[in-house]
T-cell receptor, first 113, second 115 residues
Framework: AQSVSQHNHHVILSEAASLELGCNYS??????LFWYVQYPGQHLQLLLK??????LVKGIKGFEAEFIKSKFSFNLRKPSVQWSDTAEYFC???????????FGAGTRLTVKP | GAGVSQSPSNKVTEKGKDVELRCDPI?????LYWYRQRLGQGLEFLIY????????KSGLPSDRFSAERTGESVSTLTIQRTQQEDSAVYLC?????????????FGEGSRLTVL
């Protein structure tokens, strides 16, 4: 089964700072890639996803992620964070051959006003 | 239903008791997943069901954990002889079949506290 590694456990930024959260996966086959977000007190929801085509995908709230196949990476970015982006962010990988979906350990983002 | 429904939302139990958690997926979703999220930690894969195929149980932490699903409907996760280390939020998610987008839709979770 695939595995997912998120390098940053907790990131603290000031408003307007730029954000990049790392995600690397380990799997030999073709995958779909996702970022999910969990705002405080809420359930997990999809932020963006990559299936095929343009490796730079755009999601909600100004987030984007770039799939670099050679690096097995799918890093999440946002040029200017807001206090409301404070949340936990999870990278996920799903094998194209089945429905096996694995998540990284998550990165907690705290944005200071 | 409109979304993934889990019950109970909160469960407090004594060490050694058995608990059963229920998940009602979105109608038509053939894939169903259980994850565990301990306080301050990420999602830990437990098990997933895909249609009538044999479930992938590779994430179940011990033989005290088991899960069932009848067809493409409700699933129950059972934890026998609960331990304090089982305290966590148990999340259920469902997804369309292989031909779908693969996006997971999560329930609100069942928070289990073992005293």
């Amino acid at each position: 089964a695939q595995s997912v590694s998120q390098h940053n456990h907790h990131v603290i930024l000031s408003e307007a700072a730029s954000l990049e959260l790392g995600c690397n996966y380990s799997y030999g086959g073709t995958v779909n890639l996702f970022w999910y977000v969990q705002y405080p007190g809420q359930h997990l929801q999809l932020l963006l996803k990559y299936f095929s085509g343009d490796p730079l995908v755009k999601g909600i709230k100004g987030f984007e992620a770039e799939f670099i196949k050679s690096k097995f990476s799918f890093n999440l970015r946002k040029p200017s964070v807001q206090w409301s982006d404070t949340a936990e962010y999870f990278c996920a990988v799903k094998s194209r051959n089945n429905n096996d979906m694995r998540f990284g350990a998550g990165t907690r983002l705290t944005v200071k006003p | 239903g409109a979304g993934v429904s889990q019950s109970p939302s909160n469960k407090v139990t004594e060490k050694g008791k058995d608990v059963e958690l229920r998940c009602d997926p979105i109608s038509g979703h053939t894939a169903l997943y259980w994850y565990r999220q301990r306080l301050g930690q990420g999602l830990e894969f437990l098990i997933y069901f895909q249609g009538n195929s044999a479930p992938d149980k590779s994430g179940l932490p011990s033989d005290r954990f088991s899960a069932e699903r009848t067809g493409e409907s409700v699933s129950t996760l059972t934890i026998q002889r609960t331990q304090q280390e089982d305290s966590a939020v148990y999340l259920c998610a469902s997804s369309l079949s292989l031909s779908g987008t693969g996006e997971l839709f999560f329930g609100e979770g069942s928070r289990l506290t073992v005293l």
